[in-house]
């Protein structure tokens, strides 16, 4: 397998400030690195693919400019929630593949998620 | 886009019976994983099985990718094996990225 590390676990803010969430594959490098979010009792909707190097992918409606994506490393990926409010609290949820041939078609590993709780 | 709907969604067992769990696609894809989620949200990883049928202990899959469809087999199920059951299929040349089902929520009473 694959270790991927997202921190934090949990977090919760007051509404109107950012948090940043960290995504990190532990033993393999990642130019791609996957962001989700989970509402409760739902199934996990895909937001945006971060490219190291590059500007992320945001899936169709998705703000690109509240949810701020850094991928700044191999290992690192970092999600920004700019100005959170009550509506963004969710389970954020990362995930990244291994190298391999055709790349695409590898196996996807998960980060632990982080729950948010904007008050 | 590709459709991905799981059967049944919620199911409750008896420990010690057996299930099993549909996933069925709409468009060829070149990746399917079958994923636990446990109750602190960490998604576990079943199988990677874009085709073919795998096992692992009491857990066994079967991708027939022609016909579009999964299967997750549990076996003499425990109350462990309690959670949500997600497939995730990744379409052919749209960057890797993995679309889920909405789950099977699976209970199985002790």
């Given at each position: 397998?694959?270790?991927?590390?997202?921190h934090?676990?949990?977090?919760i803010?007051?509404s109107g400030?950012?948090?940043?969430?960290?995504c990190r594959?532990?033993?393999?490098?990642?130019?791609?690195?996957f962001w989700?979010?989970?509402?409760?009792?739902?199934?996990?909707?895909?937001?945006?693919?971060?490219?190291?190097?590059?500007?992320?992918?945001?899936?169709?409606?998705?703000?690109?400019?509240?949810f701020?994506?850094?991928h700044?490393?191999?290992?690192?990926?970092?999600?920004?929630?700019?100005s959170?409010?009550?509506?963004?609290s969710?389970f954020?949820?990362?995930?990244?593949k291994?190298?391999?041939?055709?790349w695409?078609?590898?196996?996807?590993?998960?980060?632990?998620?982080?729950?948010?709780?904007?008050? | 886009?590709?459709?991905?709907?799981?059967?049944?969604?919620?199911?409750?067992?008896?420990?010690?019976?057996?299930?099993?769990l549909?996933?069925?696609?709409?468009d060829?894809v070149?990746?399917l994983q079958?994923?636990?989620?446990?109750p602190?949200?960490?998604l576990?990883?079943?199988?990677?099985i874009?085709?073919?049928?795998?096992q692992?202990?009491?857990?066994?899959?079967?991708?027939?990718?022609?016909?579009?469809?999964?299967l997750?087999y549990?076996s003499?199920?425990q109350t462990?094996?309690?959670?949500?059951?997600?497939?995730?299929?990744?379409?052919?040349?749209q960057?890797?990225?993995?679309?889920?089902g909405?789950?099977?929520?699976?209970?199985?009473?002790?």
């Amino acid at each position: 397998g694959a270790v991927v590390s997202q921190h934090p676990s949990w977090v919760i803010c007051k509404s109107g400030t950012s948090v940043k969430i960290e995504c990190r594959s532990l033993d393999f490098q990642a130019t791609t690195m996957f962001w989700y979010r989970q509402f409760p009792k739902q199934s996990l909707m895909l937001m945006a693919t971060s490219n190291e190097g590059s500007k992320a992918t945001y899936e169709q409606g998705v703000e690109k400019d509240k949810f701020l994506i850094n991928h700044a490393s191999l290992t690192l990926s970092t999600l920004t929630v700019t100005s959170a409010h009550p509506e963004d609290s969710s389970f954020y949820i990362c995930s990244a593949k291994k190298p391999g041939h055709p790349w695409d078609s590898t196996e996807a590993f998960f980060g632990q998620g982080t729950r948010l709780t904007v008050v | 886009g590709i459709q991905v709907e799981q059967s049944p969604p919620d199911l409750i067992l008896q420990e010690g019976a057996n299930s099993t769990l549909r996933c069925n696609f709409s468009d060829s894809v070149n990746n399917l994983q079958w994923f636990h989620q446990n109750p602190w949200g960490q998604l576990i990883n079943l199988f990677y099985i874009p085709s073919g049928t795998k096992q692992n202990g009491r857990l066994s899959a079967t991708t027939v990718a022609t016909e579009r469809y999964s299967l997750l087999y549990i076996s003499s199920s425990q109350t462990t094996d309690s959670g949500v059951y997600f497939c995730a299929v990744g379409p052919y040349n749209q960057g890797g990225k993995l679309i889920f089902g909405q789950g099977t929520e699976l209970s199985v009473k002790p």
